[in-house]
């Protein structure tokens, strides 16, 4: 069965360095997204992304924040200018652009900003 | 009014029992509710899914139950198995036009221990 994949899956960084998360999608999905969930809590929606432009993006998906998708099957996510508080499980989403509506998850990159 | 308010935190049934994870939404421009299974190291798959024409919805041993005019939603699992033992996340999606759904807005989660 066709899943999406993530790399790294943990990624440690120091605060203030620049770090770009990996996902490759589903391969015949157009719709893109990337979520996070900070260690107890729930998942929280960042951005999506379709026919190379963001659709749809939250209040966390601030300037520090921007997607990206270099090919044909690459959808990266890099923040700039790391926090602490970014420290969290992101997770890669795509679906196809007609129904079913199922948004397939990867395993999730989990990052650690120290 | 964009919250998903997602209850218990946490449950334990023992094997043969029913599980019973309640959630609750704000906004009426939601009309695509999935629930999500979390099990530990993977990300969220989805289990199953309601759109609000319906009051009910059942694949095997798991049914929604959605009550529009009250706002709240639930997932039932029958007969519970030591293998259903996950985070299970409700979840809430508005149609914003062509085929296209919105983000997906997440309950708390509810951390299901399913004892033998």
């Known amino acids: 069965e066709p899943e999406v994949t993530q790399t790294p899956s943990h990624q440690v960084t120091q605060m203030g360095q620049e770090v770009i998360l990996r996902c490759v999608p589903i391969s015949n999905h157009l719709y893109f997204y990337w979520y996070r969930q900070i260690l107890g809590q729930k998942v929280e929606f960042l951005v999506s992304f379709y026919n190379n432009e963001i659709s749809e993006k939250s209040e966390i998906f601030d300037d520090q924040f921007s997607v990206e998708r270099p090919d044909g099957s690459n959808f990266t996510l890099k923040i700039r200018s790391t926090k602490l508080e970014d420290s969290a499980m992101y997770f890669c989403a795509s679906r196809t652009t007609s129904g079913p509506y199922e948004q397939y998850f990867g395993p999730g990159t989990r990052l650690t900003v120290t | 009014q964009q919250q998903v308010k997602q209850s218990p935190q946490s449950l334990i049934v023992q094997k043969g029992g029913i599980s019973i994870i309640n959630c609750a939404y704000e906004n009426t421009a939601f009309d695509y509710f999935p629930w999500y299974q979390q099990f530990p190291g993977k990300g969220p798959a989805l289990l199953i899914a309601?759109?609000?024409?319906?009051s009910e919805k059942k694949e095997g041993r798991f049914t929604i139950s959605f009550n529009k005019s009250a706002k709240q939603f639930s997932l039932h699992i029958m007969d519970s198995q030591p293998g259903d033992s996950a985070t299970y996340f409700c979840a809430a999606s508005r149609f914003i036009g062509g085929t296209s759904y919105g983000k997906l807005t997440f309950g708390q989660g509810t951390i299901l221990t399913v004892h033998p």
């Open positions: 309601i759109r609000p024409d319906v």
